[in-house]
């Protein structure tokens, strides 16, 4: 095949973030908010929506997570976006196919460790690699269910270096987790609440939050995507994160 040179810019095709990360504080509104995206499947991995009316299905395993995969592909995909909430739940949730990740590895051939029933018992933080490469092959399961994917994660304060004070806020993951699942996204928004009680999310960073967007219409920006009203309503606006909503 011929490979025919681009001679100019050749147009950005994609403006919806594919793979999206938004984390908050407990209780801010996320997966309140996340119900009222159209056509958003919530795979519930904490109980968060336990009070809430969405388009939603729980899940207590990975083998149940397998099974809600696999059930969507058989019915054809018919969700436009699924969000895991949270992704910092499914952390946990992951570390028995950690654990057997190891044990089917050539790592394990010498038994060295066949008593351990925790990954995070390795030594050398050798638990963490495997805990962070169970976690990506169910996403990247749940990736293939349909074209818009959510990770919803809770917030962490990160001390700065010595010398320095005060702290960040990042992503509730451990170690390089974060940075892979981070750099896999297109997009990093801080959930919080302004002054009038809207839900924003932040994609500026600013030196206290960790964010950020290879998305032109997010990057360094601070958006409403639930606007209150004054009899306590709140009005969603998935449009401006996903601009291919606006009709």
């Known amino acids: ?8 810019k050749i147009p950005a095709s994609i403006q ?7 984390y908050g504080l407990p209780k801010c509104g996320k997966t309140t908010t996340l119900s009222t995206l159209d056509n958003n499947l919530i ?6 929506t336990d009070y809430i009316d969405a388009l939603k299905i729980k899940v207590n395993t990975v083998k149940e997570i397998k099974e809600v995969c696999k059930a969507i592909i058989d019915a054809g995909k018919p969700y436009k976006y699924i969000t895991i909430d949270t992704i910092t739940a499914l952390e946990e949730m992951v570390k028995p196919l950690a654990l057997n990740l190891y044990k089917a ?3 394990y051939s010498d038994k060295k460790y066949a008593d351990v029933t925790d990954v995070t018992h390795l030594p050398s933080g050798q638990g963490y690699m495997w805990t ?3 976690l990506e092959k169910i996403i990247d399961m749940v990736s293939k269910c349909a074209p818009n994917i959510i990770l919803c994660g809770h917030v962490k304060d990160i001390s700065l270096n010595e010398g320095l004070e005060g ?4 992503l509730d993951l451990v170690g390089k987790t974060k940075r892979i699942l981070s750099a896999k996204s297109d997009g990093i928004g801080f959930c919080h609440r302004d002054l009038d009680g809207n839900l924003c999310v932040n994609f500026g960073n600013n030196g206290e939050i960790l964010t950020g967007s290879r998305c032109k ?6 958006i409403i995507i639930a606007e209150r009203k004054e009899d306590g309503t709140f009005v969603p606006h998935w449009e401006r994160i996903y601009p291919s909503l606006v009709k």
């Open 217 to 222: 219409h997010l990057a360094g920006k601070d």
């Open 1 to 8: 095949m011929a490979i025919e040179l681009p001679k100019s």
């Open 16 to 22: 919806d973030p594919k793979y999206l990360i938004l």
């Open 132 to 134: 962070r490469l169970a």
């Open 43 to 48: 795979i519930d991995c904490e109980s968060g």
């Open 167 to 170: 702290s960040v806020k990042d």
């Open 105 to 107: 590895s050539p790592v």
